[in-house]
């Protein structure tokens, strides 16, 4: 990529960052100050706005790095690399060696050395493991090539092997009775934990003092959540994935710190927005159709939340996440098809 094509990009992405600042003006609702202790960058572009060259994909460099496991152990399925810990330790090893590579930075030392590990780990001869070597570093460069990327960026650019069909979920599947469940003893721990859990955040308590009673939430709300889904006659899949992307939502809600201040409750649109177009793109590493579910996921859980009294009417909320859902499918098809 040119220099020039790298500044056009850049220019792309700062008039989208002006044009999503001028649409959240429209939904903001005011609140209180949030106060942290460190201030996360509220101007960073969003990333469904980050444009990439054709063919290739924005991804977070931390998922670039997972992505680029993947075909590391892909090579050799007999690997005696058992342990996470031990894999990304070899993976950011020889993402290393590539960027060396890329510069003509590589000392004598530094081939001799990783040449070795590879013949350690892939139970390989010195030759074999040379050839290894080599084809991960090409590997790397196919997958990332240095002359698309823009330096000093939080993403990199990935290119696109396959292209997905991104369907729309099928609500038909879900087949949820009208009936609403009793509210039990399990629930009411968990609407009583959580009502105290936004008091506190209202009154200005510091997250500090209550982390570890939202753990606790955390858990009553995954149990609670998945029994009314079961006796609401949703299929145990999607049973069992629900409960997962609303572990997420819940830690955007709570456990990270927003502009302004807000609890399920009072969440206003724009940080829907923000969570369907930002969060879950740089945060969560699904397959592309699994990232579908985020917004019916979230229209469940908001009915939920009032047939267990949390709300009065969920009807609002799952509107504006009606409204999101078609812009969001939009935005998976232009990543990943």
Same mark, same amino acid.
């Given at each position: !990529?040119s220099?020039?094509?790298?500044?056009t990009i850049?220019?792309?992405?700062?008039?989208?960052?002006?044009?999503?600042r001028?649409?959240?003006k429209?939904?903001l609702?005011k609140t209180?100050?949030?106060?942290?202790?460190?201030?996360?960058?509220?101007?960073? /572009?969003?990333?469904s706005?980050?444009? /990439?060259?054709?063919?290739?994909?924005?991804?977070p460099t931390?998922?670039?790095?997972? /992505?680029y496991s993947?075909?590391?152990?892909?090579w050799?399925?007999?690997?005696s690399i058992?342990?996470l810990?031990?894999?990304?330790q +070899?993976?950011?090893?020889?993402w290393?060696?590539?960027?060396?590579?890329?510069q003509?930075?590589?000392?004598?030392e530094?081939k001799?050395?990783?040449?070795?590990?590879?013949?350690?780990?892939?139970?390989?001869?010195?030759?074999k493991?040379?050839?290894?070597?080599?084809q991960?570093v090409a590997r790397k460069k196919?997958?990332f090539?240095?002359?698309?990327q823009i330096?000093?960026s939080r993403?990199m650019?990935m290119?696109?092997?396959i292209?997905?069909?991104?369907?729309p979920?099928?609500y038909?599947?879900l087949?949820?009775?009208?009936?609403?469940?009793?509210?039990?003893s399990?629930?009411?721990?968990?609407?009583?934990?959580?009502?105290?859990?936004d008091?506190?955040?209202s /009154?200005?308590t510091?997250?500090?003092?209550?982390e570890? $009673?939202?753990?606790?939430?955390?858990?009553?709300?995954?149990?609670? +959540?998945?029994?009314?889904?079961?006796?609401?006659?949703?299929?145990?899949?999607?049973a069992?994935e629900?409960p997962?992307?609303i572990?997420?939502? !819940?830690?955007?809600v709570?456990r @990270?710190?927003?502009k302004?201040? *807000?609890v399920?409750?009072?969440?206003?649109? !724009?940080?829907?927005e923000? +969570?369907?177009f $930002?969060h879950?793109?740089?945060?969560? !590493?699904?397959?592309?159709?699994?990232?579908?579910l985020?917004p019916?996921?979230?229209? #469940?859980?908001?009915? +939920?939340?009032?047939?267990?009294d @949390?709300?009065?009417?969920h009807?609002?909320?799952?509107?504006v #996440?009606?409204?999101?859902?078609?812009?969001f499918? $939009?935005?998976?098809?232009?990543? *990943?098809?």
């Amino acid at each position: !990529m040119s220099n020039k094509d790298k500044k056009t990009i850049a220019k792309r992405n700062a008039k989208a960052l002006e044009r999503k600042r001028q649409k959240r003006k429209l939904h903001l609702v005011k609140t209180k100050q949030h106060q942290a202790s460190h201030p996360p960058n509220y101007d960073r /572009a969003p990333m469904s706005e980050v444009d /990439a060259p054709p063919g290739f994909q924005a991804i977070p460099t931390t998922q670039a790095i997972l /992505a680029y496991s993947k075909s590391l152990m892909e090579w050799n399925k007999s690997s005696s690399i058992d342990d996470l810990n031990q894999v990304m330790q +070899f993976v950011m090893h020889i993402w290393n060696y590539g960027i060396a590579v890329e510069q003509g930075d590589v000392s004598s030392e530094l081939k001799e050395s990783t040449c070795k590990m590879v013949e350690l780990l892939y139970e390989v001869d010195s030759v074999k493991a040379q050839d290894l070597l080599e084809q991960f570093v090409a590997r790397k460069k196919e997958l990332f090539p240095p002359e698309v990327q823009i330096p000093g960026s939080r993403y990199m650019f990935m290119r696109k092997e396959i292209s997905r069909i991104i369907a729309p979920f099928n609500y038909g599947q879900l087949n949820i009775t009208e009936d609403v469940p009793p509210i039990d003893s399990g629930d009411q721990e968990f609407i009583a934990r959580l009502q105290k859990m936004d008091d506190a955040i209202s /009154a200005g308590t510091k997250y500090s003092e209550w982390e570890d $009673d939202y753990l606790d939430l955390e858990k009553l709300c995954q149990k609670s +959540f998945s029994n009314w889904l079961l006796k609401k006659g949703v299929n145990d899949n999607l049973a069992q994935e629900f409960p997962f992307h609303i572990q997420v939502f !819940m830690n955007f809600v709570y456990r @990270y710190a927003h502009k302004d201040e *807000f609890v399920l409750e009072s969440i206003g649109p !724009m940080y829907f927005e923000e +969570f369907l177009f $930002d969060h879950v793109l740089r945060k969560v !590493m699904l397959e592309p159709h699994e990232h579908v579910l985020w917004p019916p996921t979230l229209k #469940i859980f908001y009915q +939920f939340l009032a047939e267990k009294d @949390y709300l009065e009417n969920h009807e609002p909320y799952v509107c504006v #996440i009606d409204d999101l859902e078609r812009q969001f499918l $939009d935005v998976l098809r232009e990543r *990943f098809g």
